[in-house]
């Protein structure tokens, strides 16, 4: 079974299964798995790099994504998703997602976000800056 040692992560927030999670086949659906890293990826930009969703100047769009599964996971219980950045670009972020069980004793699935910063009205590329830019660089495993 795949494990990510704590130290893989340099965040990490417990996310709860809901019952309309589970599938025909009594475990979570796989779409569920790019909520739980979405969910994450915006509660960190929102929280601590203080992003305005509603209306900020920059808003980050989402151009990759990518999802592995290695075990399954099911309402009632409870995820460990751990999240850090593996590429800060001038314009661009890869974060990288492991979905784990609450007590991070088995890895569930694994993947990525890209996530591009641009103008909110014209849409181009922006860099990221001040707190926004600090936030990202905390999540930084380098």
Do not use: Q
């Not at 509660?43 to 920059?58: A, V």
Request: a negative charge; glycine letters at 10%.
């Amino acid at each position: 079974m795949p494990f990510c040692p704590l130290v893989s992560y340099a965040h990490w927030e417990i996310v709860p299964t809901r019952w309309k999670d589970n599938d025909v086949y009594g475990h979570m659906n796989n779409v569920v798995h790019y909520t739980f890293m979405d969910t994450v990826i915006n509660n960190w930009l929102i929280g601590e790099g203080g992003l305005d969703i509603h209306e900020g100047p920059t808003i980050g769009l989402c151009v990759e994504s990518r999802c592995a599964y290695h075990a399954s996971l099911a309402f009632p219980e409870k995820a460990a998703v751990g999240l850090r950045v593996g590429h800060l670009g001038r314009s661009s972020v890869r974060y990288e997602v492991g979905i784990h069980r609450e007590d991070r004793s088995e890895l569930i699935a694994e993947g990525h976000f890209v996530h591009v910063f641009v103008d909110r009205g014209t849409r181009r590329p922006v860099e990221p800056t001040g707190r926004l830019r600090e936030s990202l660089e905390r999540l930084r495993m380098e």
